[in-house]
């Protein structure tokens, strides 16, 4: 069928999906939504710098008191200077879309603020744009793989449809996640090309983007092990992998260097807020190495990550099943998925807050997507009681996907504190039962954020 013979076809479903999805909430007429918890660290930087000139939040404490909206979320340093809890990475991504809204504010007399509905719209764009971009790159990945047309378009209905990656989207929009994972598949693919052929474009690609990367999360820099030990699958390949970085020392440090680029106007602005190049901005909060939460991190009701997005686990499953021609690839998907995995969930609050599933391992679907095409190749090469049998299984995970992003929308999933009794007692329903409080497994931010336990 021609349909599944053009990948780029699923990619068109899935962006399609996403703005259905935008389109039935309508968050941007909401006062409260798309800029929001989060997003307004990550946005800060541009009102802040291009229409207040105030990127030291001195002038006025931009609290709307009679709705309580604020514009601005800082945290006080020791000498009360305010200081954006998080980098600037990711008002770089949204900036097209700041600048387009704020010039359409200007030209029609609209409310020119920064947090009307005009940016929150074009805000919403700029995610359906990363995703579409992440998933176009996907494609080229799994093209570059050798992997088939049939097998492409149905990975990436899988990944699109099936994971939190359309939550975050569409109804968690403007989040960190779709833009990470935008520029993972960049990276990725810039790492298997540079690989071949280690020239000075792909060289400052790979510098940019893992600037980035990082610059947007910096826990995010891990994904550096894959390009460290791609296509490495011996110890004997390690003495080789070095050498090979020996000859292209010059490369390798002018992609550190670029990076360090890209961090240079978060150094700046550190070091005009608070005196120092360098800041740790979280404060209080860190992680604990020595008590990682990884179980609790992927099977529990509150937050697992293979309970809200049971479609990952075939791309666990596809590790085992990587064709020939990629097989080098095992340890280094493995190696990155496995440390990762380590640190997310070392993090004092493993659940990171009040979001749908496991946001936190989105980005690494860029990755996964690898293993998980390697399964669904795996599939369509069996029998076809198998192959009914897997495709009964993905289309009720990508039922229950889009059905528990409405789920939590409309707050029959809890944002933080859900329990495995209430999750079966909200299976299937749209909004909250009656006294579902009392099956609320609260959760003690304070407890976790101070315990005693040592890193």
């Excluded at 490495?232 to 550190?256: N, P, Q």
């Excluded at 229950?400 to 079966?424: C, G, P, R, V």
């Amino acid at each position: 069928m021609k349909l599944f013979s053009n990948p780029y076809y699923a990619i068109l479903i899935v962006v399609f999906t996403a703005i259905i999805i935008d389109l039935s909430f309508q968050n941007w007429s909401k006062r409260h939504r798309v800029i929001e918890h989060d997003v307004h660290s990550y946005y800060y930087y541009l009102p802040a710098f291009f229409i207040y000139d105030d990127l030291k939040v001195e002038k006025d404490d931009y609290y709307l008191v009679e709705d309580k909206f604020y514009y601005f979320w800082n945290q006080p340093d020791e000498n009360g200077n305010k200081v954006a809890k998080m980098t600037c990475g990711l008002s770089i991504l949204y900036s097209p879309f700041f600048f387009i809204a704020h010039a359409i504010a200007l030209v029609f007399n609209l409310e020119a603020s920064g947090f009307s509905e005009v940016y929150k719209i074009l805000l919403l764009i700029s995610s359906i744009f990363y995703l579409l971009i992440g998933l176009i790159v996907t494609t080229k990945i799994l093209k570059l793989l050798r992997f088939s047309s049939i097998t492409i378009f149905i990975s990436i209905l899988l990944l699109g449809l099936g994971t939190n990656l359309l939550a975050y989207s569409s109804q968690s929009a403007v989040n960190s996640h779709v833009y990470s994972f935008c520029l993972f598949t960049g990276f990725i693919y810039n790492t298997i090309v540079w690989f071949k052929k280690p020239n000075l474009y792909r060289t400052i690609l790979l510098g940019l983007l893992f600037g980035l990367i990082t610059l947007i999360r910096p826990s995010n820099g891990l994904i550096v092990l894959f390009f460290i030990f791609y296509e490495i699958s011996s110890f004997s390949e390690i003495k080789h992998r070095f050498l090979f970085f020996i000859r292209h020392f010059g490369k390798i440090i002018a992609i550190v260097g670029l990076t360090f680029v890209v961090w240079m106007p978060q150094f700046w602005y550190w070091n005009m807020i608070s005196g120092n190049w360098i800041y740790y901005s979280y404060r209080n909060e860190g992680f604990y190495f020595s008590d990682p939460k990884i179980i609790e991190g992927l099977f529990s009701f509150r937050k697992g990550w293979l309970v809200y997005t049971p479609m990952m686990v075939f791309a666990i499953f596809g590790l085992f099943f990587l064709p020939e021609n990629i097989k080098k690839l095992k340890w280094s998907i493995l190696i990155f998925t496995i440390i990762n995995i380590y640190v997310v969930f070392s993090w004092w609050c493993w659940w990171y807050g009040g979001t749908y599933g496991q946001r936190v391992m989105i980005e690494s679907y860029a990755l996964l997507i690898i293993p998980l095409a390697a399964f669904v190749k795996w599939v369509m090469d069996n029998k076809i009681i198998v192959k009914s049998l897997f495709f009964i299984i993905c289309i009720f995970f990508i039922w229950l996907n889009i059905f528990q992003t409405y789920q939590f929308e409309y707050k029959a999933l809890h944002y933080d504190s859900m329990s495995k009794k209430l999750y079966f007692k909200q299976f299937g329903k749209l909004t909250p039962i009656p006294d579902s409080d009392k099956d609320i497994d609260w959760v003690d931010y304070d407890k976790a954020k101070f315990s005693k336990r040592k890193l």
